[in-house]
């Protein structure tokens, strides 16, 4: 039996913004990157002085070849990592990644799938990089995104998915609070909801669904009730409960 | 610069496989919706490289001797839970009277997820279908009403909601296997990707 460990990589912190309260786009320089497709992760290891050491995965926003990586992590109040990367990680820091990871929840310009996306929260990173992979591909293919959202507040790259929207639809829900004049109640993202938001089982799409896990498993079990096919629906977990 | 602190829940705990670290909560990796099979359906097989199958539906898998098995599970994505306490019927017992050539199973589940297997390692008490954690009937989310328990390898090849066994003389590739993931899978030989 071959043995075979992808190896780390070092990435040195050469941007990063805020996007919410509480997530943050970080940018690294990783010399020796091979690129990645659209939907891929990255698992990233944190080294304390004493050598103790943390890992965890994270969706990879941006798409194709280049050396730069862009992720997007949101904070959990009480995360041993992700307060780390959103607070306290300065530019020029350098962190450890190994990747790009999995090849399963990814989309590549070659399909001819109608697609939906459904991301719950911080789930919808690597939806980005599909946006980003469809509009720079030119494919026909349609692409929409349903975004669901405690609040308004809460939405991670909401300009780029406001421009974007010509060529791909993003429609918002929102299960906690919901923006002035909104036309519906806040609460959360039911079955109903699945059959007037996404793209109906008769056009055949393929539905990605990514976010927390309570998230993913109740939509993907909306999806299957609504009569599409399991396969044809991928999910991503985050983790949670 | 920023220095990274960290929780220090690893210790030097010699259960743990490089790489891993410990998890009170049972997380879930899986690639497409959770399928629902009742135990009246349930139907688990195993079909040699002659084409002869062997058939337990689940009052036949309920009569088998059952084991309570205490084991540590690691998955690839860095979670290990140790102790976890389990129900479930020995592969030795459903083998006892398969005759085969072959050196490698392909594990195939409802919902149509597959994973590969040498046939050395899933024998001679190292592989379980389970039906039960934690005392109680499984859960659907993690592989109910029965999946497969194979400890020693990272948790993708435990297939949940397993359903047949299918002998092949060449380690073709599953699942994950043909979606980046190593072909083996030894979590103290960290052979996570391919
Ligand atoms: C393939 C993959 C891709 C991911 N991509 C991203 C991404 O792009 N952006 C991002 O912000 N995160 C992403 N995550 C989640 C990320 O890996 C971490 O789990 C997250 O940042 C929390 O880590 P932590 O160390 O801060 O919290 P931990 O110390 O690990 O956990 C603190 C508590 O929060 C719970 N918890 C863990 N994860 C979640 C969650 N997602 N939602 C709710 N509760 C949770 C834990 O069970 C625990 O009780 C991804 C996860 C996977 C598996």
Redesign the pocket.
């Known amino acids: 039996m071959t043995r075979t460990t992808i190896g780390w990589l070092t990435g040195s912190l050469v941007h990063a913004r805020p996007l919410t309260k509480s997530?943050r786009s970080l940018t690294f320089e990783v010399p020796g990157w091979p690129g990645n497709a659209a939907g891929q992760?990255v698992d990233?290891r944190l080294t304390a002085p004493d050598g103790y050491q943390?890992v965890?995965?994270?969706?990879?926003?941006s798409v194709g070849a280049g050396e730069d990586i862009e992720?997007?992590?949101?904070?959990?109040p009480?995360?041993?990592?992700?307060?780390?990367?959103v607070d306290d990680l300065e530019l020029g820091d350098q962190i450890e990644l190994r990747g790009p990871?999995?090849g399963w929840?990814v989309w590549r310009p070659e399909q001819r799938a109608p697609i939906q996306l459904i991301a719950g929260?911080?789930?919808v990173?690597?939806f980005v990089a599909m946006l980003r992979a469809h509009a720079a591909s030119g494919c026909s293919a349609p692409m929409q995104l349903l975004y669901s959202l405690r609040t308004p507040d809460d939405a991670l790259f909401r300009d780029e998915l406001v421009r974007n929207s010509a060529r791909t639809r993003t429609t918002w829900h929102y299960s906690r609070a919901v923006p002035p004049g909104w036309s519906r109640a806040a609460g959360r993202l039911t079955t109903q909801d699945l059959r007037a938001e996404t793209l109906p089982p008769e056009d055949l799409p393929l539905t990605y669904v990514?976010?927390?896990?309570g998230f993913v498993e109740a939509v993907a079990s909306g999806l299957v009730e609504l009569g599409h096919s399991a396969d044809n629906i991928r999910i991503?977990?985050?983790?949670?409960? | 610069m920023a220095v990274f602190g960290g929780?220090r829940q690893r210790g030097d705990n010699p259960a743990l496989p490089p790489g891993q670290f410990l998890?009170?909560?049972f997380?879930v990796?899986s690639a497409g919706p959770t399928p629902s099979v009742s135990a009246a359906d349930w139907e688990f097989t195993i079909r040699t490289e002659t084409g002869k199958t062997h058939r337990w539906n689940w009052a036949q898998f309920m009569a088998l001797p059952s084991e309570i098995i205490s084991a540590d599970i690691h998955c690839v994505?860095s979670w290990s839970k140790l102790n976890t306490a389990w129900r479930g019927v020995s592969l030795d017992t459903f083998f006892d009277d398969v005759e085969t050539e072959s050196d490698f199973v392909m594990a195939h589940s409802y919902g149509g997820y597959t994973t590969n297997l040498p046939l050395k390692e899933v024998l001679n008490g190292q592989a379980w279908i389970a039906h039960e954690y934690d005392g109680k009937s499984l859960d659907p989310e993690h592989g109910g009403p029965a999946r497969l328990l194979i400890p020693h390898l990272y948790f993708w090849k435990s297939a949940k909601w397993v359903r047949g066994l299918v002998m092949q003389n060449k380690n073709a590739p599953g699942f994950w296997e043909r979606n980046g993931y190593n072909l083996h899978g030894d979590p103290w030989r960290e052979e996570r990707y391919s």
């Open positions: 997530a992760h990233i943390a965890r995965s994270y969706s990879i926003a992720l997007a992590v949101d904070r959990l009480d995360g041993e990592v992700s307060p780390f990367l990871l999995g929840f929260g911080s789930g990173v690597p990514c976010g927390p896990s991503e977990r985050f983790g949670g409960n | 929780r998890t009170g909560s997380p990796l994505t």
